[in-house]
């Protein structure tokens, strides 16, 4: 078994998960078995309370855990699957200690950093250790050096290199290496002074990967090479990707960095082949056309929080050789003028999202698609919130609303299910992980999907309540998808729309590079179909300019 463990040095935000994934997309093309995991350590137990102002998206996995959205990364940048083993954060580690010692497993011993709480880590590392199944793991470390709450996992590492043999081991170091505008210069202190910080605890890196804005010469590998003790091919530069984050792998390809690390760890393997991904890469930058789509939020000044929509949409437009141009609307903003703010999107997505703030501008967007016939998407929320616009303005149930928002509202068509009640504890009641869905043959969603049974994941806790189900059928509005028993909707469409579509489940968390996910791709398609019949969009067909540089969509306010 062989491990690579990939810490950052200088500054956070680095894009360590994406160096990380990319790596585990060089080791997959090379063929070997790769498994990811990542140790958070905060004390929160998972990011599932965190907010997505400071803390990005919660990443869902099929087994219900609430992840950091660097697992979205894994997921989609590798073949693996992953589960609640695959994070782990410092208070998880805390509490595993703390419920052994309450339990006496400890046999009255002291309960010490070292080793209960290291052994609890270098445990998680073992758990993935499979030889039948992975050939190498790659563990992330969150943070940086020097951060307080870092030092046990580190700590951690360094025995875990002790017991397997450093043969068997890389430690990569993500670092910064800035520019100084005024002195023309790279500078390589920053990243000394963090290399230094890791061999103060036992650690050396093998690998540099210096993150940087200009191309890094001979002499600044040079130094680097010599004040950090890494041999100078060890190197690594990764430049800020000009288009795309899927360009990483291929710009640290060319770096050599497959090679080196399967040359450090003794693996010998075929020459990667990255010809499907490289397909891709260019499929994004340079797509024959555009469509714009809108996303109508909570959180659009916080790239993170919808970190997966944006991705899904990407795969499904690079599925079609499309590319995105994405206004991002403050949800509240719809209250008034919507015609304004949404006349010339070709599609309309409402994503997940807690809480009243919003709504009523969600629900507006909402009846703008279905009257419009703009296609719309709608998860989890954005289901929900169709559901409320379609009974109270073609029902004319005018009261209706979600408990959610309105505790006794007298026309619950999304509300809590009875069994659901009472549980008090935040996240105690909420419907998370895979689950499956059957759906109805002979709808919309039957074609998109071309198959009767699903699985997707969910994060939720409000349902759509079935006693109105004959009702709004009536009128056209279709439940598309029900959970095997047929007690929960799980998909809904309209009759007379070309493609209006919620489900009460995140099919962005399944979405990935050349495997675009069939409702995102079902929704793309017909706004392409939509924009093609406009004649406001007559140019839509036109080979499009390439993507413009350092935007991963190009937001549009
Ligand atoms: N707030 C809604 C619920 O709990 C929707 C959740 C979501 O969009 N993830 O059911």
């Not at 599932?48 to 990443?59: A, K, S």
């Amino acid at each position: 078994m062989k491990y690579i463990f990939v810490t950052g040095g200088v500054v956070s935000s680095l894009g360590k998960g994406l160096t990380a994934a990319s790596l585990g997309t060089l080791l997959e093309a090379r063929r070997l078995r790769v498994v990811l995991q990542k140790f958070d350590p905060y004390l929160n137990v998972d990011p599932g309370t965190m907010n997505p102002f400071q803390h990005g998206e919660v990443y869902v996995l099929n087994d219900g855990a609430e992840t950091d959205l660097d697992l979205g990364h894994y997921e989609r940048f590798t073949n693996c699957v992953l589960t609640r083993h695959n994070n782990l954060t410092s208070g998880q580690v805390y509490e595993t200690v703390i419920l052994k010692e309450r339990r006496g497993d400890y046999l009255g011993k002291t309960v010490q950093v070292i080793p209960h709480v290291t052994d609890v880590i270098k445990d998680r590392i073992r758990e993935l250790s499979d030889e039948s199944k992975y050939d190498v793991v790659i563990t992330e470390i969150g943070g940086t050096t020097g951060d307080i709450e870092g030092l046990p996992f580190l700590e951690a590492i360094r025995q875990f290199i002790l017991e397997v043999g450093p043969q068997n081991v890389v430690n990569m170091h993500v670092t910064l290496v800035p520019y100084i505008k005024a002195a023309h210069e790279l500078k390589t202190k920053p990243t000394q002074q963090s290399v230094a910080k890791l061999r103060e605890i036992g650690l050396q890196p093998q690998v540099l990967i210096c993150r940087t804005e200009k191309p890094l010469d001979r002499d600044v590998r040079h130094k680097l090479s010599m004040f950090c003790s890494v041999s100078e091919k060890a190197v690594v530069e990764e430049r800020d990707v000009e288009h795309t984050i899927y360009e990483v792998p291929l710009t640290l390809h060319a770096e050599g960095l497959d090679k080196l690390l399967c040359n450090l760890l003794h693996l010998e393997t075929p020459e990667p082949d990255l010809a499907d991904w490289r397909k891709f890469v260019e499929r994004v930058v340079s797509p024959k056309r555009r469509v714009k789509i809108a996303v109508v939020g909570k959180y659009m000044d916080v790239r993170d929080a919808y970190k997966s929509i944006y991705e899904s949409l990407t795969h499904a437009a690079a599925s079609e050789d499309c590319g995105i141009d994405l206004k991002l609307v403050d949800a509240e903003s719809l209250e008034h003028d919507i015609e304004a703010r949404l006349k010339d999107v070709a599609g309309v997505l409402v994503p997940g999202g807690f809480g009243v703030r919003g709504i009523e501008g969600k629900i507006n967007a909402a009846r703008y698609a279905r009257e419009q016939k703009i296609p719309y998407l709608g998860l989890c929320l954005g289901m929900q919130v169709a559901t409320i616009e379609f009974a109270r303005n073609v029902c004319g149930i005018k009261d209706a609303n979600s408990t959610e928002f309105q505790k006794n509202t007298p026309e619950p068509v999304i509300s809590l299910l009875e069994e659901q009640r009472g549980v008090r504890n935040k996240g105690a009641s909420m419907r998370l992980g895979t689950w499956p869905t059957k759906i109805i043959t002979g709808t919309l969603a039957e074609k998109i999907y071309g198959d009767t049974e699903v699985t997707e994941r969910h994060r939720h806790r409000y349902e759509f309540n079935m006693k109105y189900r004959d009702r709004m059928n009536a009128k056209g509005f279709v439940i598309s998808g029900t959970s095997p028993d047929g007690t929960l909707a799980e998909l809904i469409e309209l009759r007379d729309h070309p493609y209006f579509v919620g489900c009460q489940y995140h099919p962005e968390f399944q979405s990935k590079p050349n495997k675009p996910h069939p409702l995102f791709k079902g929704f793309i398609q017909a706004c392409l179909a939509r924009q093609a019949g406009c004649a406001t969009h007559a140019r839509a067909d036109q080979e499009s300019p390439r993507r413009a540089p350092e935007r991963e969509l190009v937001p549009q306010r």
